[in-house]
């Protein structure tokens, strides 16, 4: 399904929104949901839960770019029937991550939720903010987006802000930018007060993508 169902004329397209060199089938994202959601419903109907995350975990394995989405999609909205178990398989998979796209969709619509669900979870990110691998230190703020937006982790984000305030890579950057901007609509007070503390150290990108959604009065002061 997944090599016959997308488009030759959209995987050329594809990349340009990215750096990385990738290889698709030519899907549109939506079109390939649909079409998982789809074939989740079929493997349940014969197969359990345990089959199904079998099944994703091959994909995910996979280096066609529709593969590793797909294992996401397979999963999605399922995290909380996971446990610990289930957690651990998802973080092996931080390593196969090749761009921005694979690994969004890892982790905020699987680790994210699973670390917002059980909360100690949350201690992962502190070490995967100390990988040399760009995508575990991106890992590190997305993972906590879902709990940022139930008002969750305040202190783990400002603890994590200062530990990679000085991080070179854009795409960490931009990570670190996104968990404050959804930080600051959860809990805008504290939030402008820790960005007042770190905009001397902070790289204009982050503050940038930090303050995108502030009140105008509040944005117009950094």
């Known amino acids: 399904m997944l090599k016959t169902g997308g488009s030759a004329e959209h995987a050329q397209t594809a990349q340009r929104f990215f750096k990385e060199e990738i290889r698709s089938y030519g899907w549109r994202t939506g079109d390939l949901r649909r079409a998982v959601v789809h074939k989740r419903r079929e493997i349940l109907k014969q197969f359990d839960l345990k089959f199904l995350l079998q099944v994703a975990d091959n994909l995910f394995n996979g280096d066609i770019n529709e593969d590793k989405n ?61 990988s040399p691998d760009r995508w575990h230190r991106r890992a590190a703020c997305v993972a906590l987006i879902q709990g940022t937006r139930q008002k969750m982790f305040f202190p783990e984000i400002v603890r994590l802000s200062i530990q990679l305030l000085h991080d070179p890579d854009d795409m960490v950057q931009k990570g670190l930018g996104w968990l404050l901007r959804e930080t600051a609509k959860a809990d805008p007070k504290r939030t402008v007060q820790h960005l007042r503390r770190i905009r001397g150290n902070a790289p204009r ?13 509040l944005g117009a002061r950094y």
Not at 93 to 110: K, Q, T
């Open 70 to 130: 797909a294992a996401v999609f397979l999963l999605e909205d399922l995290t909380d029937k996971f446990g610990d178990p289930e957690f651990s398989l998802l973080k092996s998979w931080l390593p196969r991550i090749s761009n921005w796209s694979d690994h969004d969709a890892l982790v905020h619509y699987l680790i994210g939720p699973m670390i917002a669900t059980k909360p100690a979870r949350a201690k992962n990110v502190f070490r995967w903010a100390k």
């Open 205 to 217: 990108l982050v503050l940038r993508t930090a303050c995108e959604t502030l009140h105008h009065q």
